[in-house]
């Protein structure tokens, strides 16, 4: 991971906190909060997912035509090729599930570093921007339309008979790019609720009872 992708760090124990005044703890606040939120849930984070899922979806497409290859191939040429695809489609399929999983866990450790520090006070008024309703609504829209059709993908084509019961590969292909499809929106679909579920209990709720900052020392960084 780069240095431009790497997290800020969590804020510091309550016993060791510098912050000159409440201002320059809310400063502080604002800037980390509106870094994590775009690093969660921005237009880019959505893009950077759907290119992931396109990578899986063009893996799964090249390993359904291997499995196609091999069915109809009746020489050693069409074997080998069928060989050549599948490696491509393995080559797409795992580079896009390790991107997905690394993803998810830096998703788990965002959204630790939300609460912490979100919970350091309250500020309606830069508290505003974090909200981002348009973005949070993209993610569940369009998360929520990709997941239906996976689902319809997976489950009514192959049960309406469109595909012949003999044609594994055909089914492995449409199977994959389904599920493929359903896993990528359910992914957005979890973060969109968790972004909402973060303003409504974090930024909405009630303010922490304990000391903020202690006066003394320079601000922290």
């Not at 690093?39 to 880019?44: E, I, L, M, N, T």
């Not at 063009?58 to 040429?77: N, Q, R």
């Not at 489950?155 to 044609?167: E, H, K, M, Y």
Request: net charge positive.
């Amino acid at each position: 991971m780069s240095r431009r992708a790497q997290l800020p760090p969590p804020p510091p124990p309550l016993e060791i906190r510098s912050w000159p005044d409440r201002e320059a703890l809310l400063t502080d606040r604002a800037a980390v909060l509106g870094a994590l939120v775009k690093a969660h849930v921005s237009p880019g984070r959505l893009a950077m997912l759907w290119l992931w899922g396109a990578l899986c979806a063009l893996g799964w497409l090249l390993l359904g035509t291997a499995l196609i290859t091999f069915e109809e191939s009746y020489d050693v040429i069409s074997a080998a090729i069928g060989v050549v695809v599948a490696a491509m489609g393995v080559g797409c399929v795992v580079p896009a599930v390790i991107l997905v999983v690394m993803g998810l866990r830096r998703d788990r450790r965002i959204r630790r570093l939300l609460d912490a520090w979100g919970g350091l006070d309250r500020d309606p008024v830069r508290d505003a921007a974090l909200r981002m309703p348009g973005a949070s609504l993209a993610w569940l829209l369009m998360s929520f339309a990709l997941c239906a059709a996976g689902l319809y993908t997976c489950f009514a084509v192959p049960a309406s008979g469109v595909l012949d019961g003999n044609a594994y590969g055909l089914a492995v292909l449409v199977m994959g790019l389904g599920l493929t499809g359903w896993i990528v929106g359910l992914i957005g679909l979890v973060k969109a609720f968790a972004h909402r579920r973060w303003v409504l209990r974090v930024l909405a709720g009630a303010r922490a009872p304990e000391p903020l900052f202690s006066v003394g020392g320079g601000a922290h960084r």
